[in-house]
């Protein structure tokens, strides 16, 4: 079965560079999800998008942006990149109404993440 | 602040052992799930929780959902060394279209 992909697993930027991560979800889903998680941290909230408009936000910063496009792959775009961004970025996916109980949030499938180095 | 604490944050024992992960929150959940996550991947999910006072069994893994749906415990019976891995506890509170993730317990188990 097809499972959340991302791209590229592995990036390494220097300071203040850009770095754009793309994500795409399991066919059908219609909520993608983005996390990041430092080292031996848990995954931090960063943003999703349902239909392609943004559904919730978390701790994202100012210099982060994020969008999903028409064919429902999502791009987390990182601009002035520091030392700090340096991290696992995890894309997820899930269908609307799928939960065990039907509820709002299906399952998150994940990634296997972008790790994002900053030197 | 962070919604869900685990504890233990780290666990190491000897395969055949037993364990318990606790998961606490003062927030009520419409469901919680566990994910087991391995280094450089992404968390796997491996049950989710909608019933307060639920209990679901995993082969050796057993979940259950506190009565007032704001906690979880994670019940591991005979350990393996393929358990190891980090354990994560995520919330849902119904009215987002997030997950927030507990603090993680990382559990290895030695031979």
């Known amino acids: 079965a097809a499972g959340v992909i991302q791209s590229p697993r592995h990036l390494i930027k220097e300071k203040r560079e850009t770095a754009t991560l793309k994500c795409y979800p399991i066919p059908r889903h219609d909520t993608v999800y983005w996390y990041q998680q430092g080292p031996g941290q848990d995954p931090q909230f960063l943003i999703s998008?349902?239909?392609?408009?943004?559904?919730d936000k978390g701790s994202i910063p100012d210099r982060f942006s994020a969008q999903q496009f028409s064919d429902y792959h999502s791009e987390l775009n990182m601009s002035s990149l520091e030392l700090g961004d340096s991290a696992l970025y995890f894309c997820a996916s899930s269908l609307t109404g799928t939960g065990v109980a039907g509820g709002p949030t299906g399952e998150l499938f994940f990634g296997e993440g972008s790790r994002l180095t900053v030197l | 602040t962070q919604l869900l604490e685990q504890s233990p944050q780290f666990l190491s024992i000897q395969e055949g052992e037993n364990l318990t992960v606790y998961c606490n929150s003062s927030?009520?959940?419409?469901?919680l799930q566990w994910y087991r996550q391995e280094p450089g991947e992404g968390p796997v999910l491996l049950v989710t929780v909608v019933t307060g006072g639920e209990v679901k069994k995993l082969k050796r893994l057993t979940f259950q959902f506190g009565d007032a749906r704001k906690d979880s415990s994670l019940h591991i019976t005979a350990a393996q060394p393929g358990d190891t891995g980090l354990y994560l506890c995520?919330?849902?509170?119904?009215?987002?279209?997030?997950?927030?993730f507990g603090t993680g317990t990382r559990l290895q188990v030695t031979l």
């Open positions: 998008f349902y239909e392609k408009m943004q559904s």
């Open positions: 927030s009520v959940f419409s469901s």
């Open positions: 995520a919330g849902n509170t119904g009215t987002a279209s997030k997950l927030t």
